[in-house]
Nanobody
Framework: QLQLVESGGGLVQAGGSLRLSCAAS????????MGWYRQAPGKQRELVAG???????NYADSVKGRFTISRDNAKNTLYLKMTSLKPEDTAVYYC???????????????WGKGTLVTVSS
C-alpha cells in the first residue's frame, strides 16, 4: 500500500530551524511532483513549497528565502528545510505527492497525515 509519512515536526523558538522529511513507501514505480502544504488552526490548507520530478521549485511568498524544498529520488523522500521560523509558521505540515504504482498506471494523489510544527515567540 502506498503511503507518505512525515517526520521532523516539533516545538521550536522563533528564529530557529527545523527539517521535515516525508518518506514514500509501498509499491512505487515513480513519483511525479511533490509538495509541502500547511494548515494553521482556523485557516485553509495552503501550499508552502513544491518541487517537480525534474527539480524545479516554487514557494509561497511568505516562506521565500527561509524555506528550502528538496527531494532524494533514490530514497523516495521529500524534505523541507525551514529556517528563521516565525510564530505564524505554526501549523500542521502535510506532504503531497503524485505517485505511479506501476508502468501504465494512473497518476494518483497521496497525502501524508501531517506533522505539527509549533513556533513559540
Amino acid at each position: 500500500q502506498l503511503q507518505l509519512v512525515e517526520s521532523g515536526g516539533g516545538l521550536v523558538q522563533a528564529g530557529g530551524s527545523l527539517r521535515l522529511s516525508c518518506a514514500a513507501s509501498g509499491s512505487i514505480f515513480s513519483i511525479n511532483n511533490m509538495g509541502w502544504y500547511r494548515q494553521a488552526p482556523g485557516k485553509q490548507r495552503e501550499l508552502v513549497a513544491g518541487i517537480t520530478n525534474g527539480g524545479s521549485t516554487n514557494y509561497a511568498d511568505s516562506v521565500k528565502g527561509r524555506f528550502t524544498i528538496s527531494r532524494d529520488n533514490a530514497k523516495n523522500t521529500l524534505y523541507l528545510k525551514m529556517t528563521s521560523l516565525k510564530p505564524e509558521d505554526t501549523a500542521v505540515y502535510y506532504c503531497n505527492a503524485g505517485l505511479y504504482s506501476d508502468l501504465g498506471s494512473a497518476l494518483m494523489d497521496y497525502w501524508g497525515k501531517g506533522t505539527l510544527v509549533t513556533v513559540s515567540s
